[in-house]
């Protein structure tokens, strides 16, 4: 079974820390997806990134960058930390042309900014 | 704008009952979709799925149903059990665009004995 691997299930930061979300998967996968979950609003992209080096914005990617220098890792960057990036933010990854599968999703990360 | 509508954010059903979870979308490109389920604390999990050449997908208790013209899918569970007590996510999907899923806010169902 493929795993994707979120670093921390939970984290507390400061309004303007610079804040890494790692992601790793270990199955080959190309497209790897970064969703943060909100009350009411579902999963909203943020990146998605569908080969190493490369990344595409979602709907959602004012105040976030992304990384990915290796295949089986993506990072999610908060530049600088702010109350209204209090979320759960999941990875999640899939293989190129095979939508019927859809993604495999991490366990998440609950961040709070104070 | 919300491509992707999950209208009813709760739904309560009694077990060995029929749940319904409906799902609605306007962009008509879309050519696939899912039901994924989220328990507390945990990562979405793939559920079912269905192309749009089909109208109906069947899987034990679960029966996706796709009506195009209406840009309405539904996901039915019979019987429902106290275990199917999740929130449920619908996401739709549109080919050659890198498998990106848009999702609704999601449908929280609970199953009581």
């Known amino acids: 079974d493929v795993k994707v691997t979120q670093s921390s299930r939970y984290l507390v930061k400061r309004t303007g820390e610079k804040v890494f979300l790692e992601c790793v998967q270990d199955?080959?996968?190309?497209?790897m997806f970064w969703y943060r979950q909100d009350p009411g609003l579902g999963l909203r992209l943020i990146y998605f990134s569908y080969d190493v080096k490369m990344k595409e914005k979602g709907d959602i990617p004012e105040g976030y960058s992304v990384s990915r220098e290796k295949k089986e890792r993506f990072s999610l960057i908060l530049e600088s930390a702010s109350t209204n990036q209090t979320s759960m933010y999941l990875c999640a990854s899939s293989l190129r042309g095979t939508i019927n599968y859809g993604y495999t999703f991490g366990s998440g990360t609950r961040l709070t900014v104070v | 704008d919300q491509q992707v509508k999950q209208n009813s954010p709760s739904l309560s059903v009694q077990e060995g009952r029929i749940s319904i979870l409906n799902c609605d979308y306007t962009n008509s490109m879309f050519d696939y979709f899912l039901w994924y389920k989220k328990y507390p604390a945990e990562g979405p999990t793939f559920l079912i799925s269905i192309s749009s050449i089909k109208d109906k997908n069947e899987d034990g208790r679960f029966t996706v149903f796709l009506n195009k013209s209406a840009k309405h899918l539904s996901l039915h569970i019979v019987p429902s059990q106290p275990g199917d007590s999740a929130v449920y996510f619908c996401?739709?999907?549109?080919?050659?665009?890198?498998?990106?899923?848009?999702f609704g806010a999601g449908t929280r169902l609970a199953v009581h004995p």
């Open positions: 996401a739709a999907s549109q080919s050659g665009g890198y498998n990106k899923l848009i």
């Open positions: 199955m080959d996968h190309e497209n």
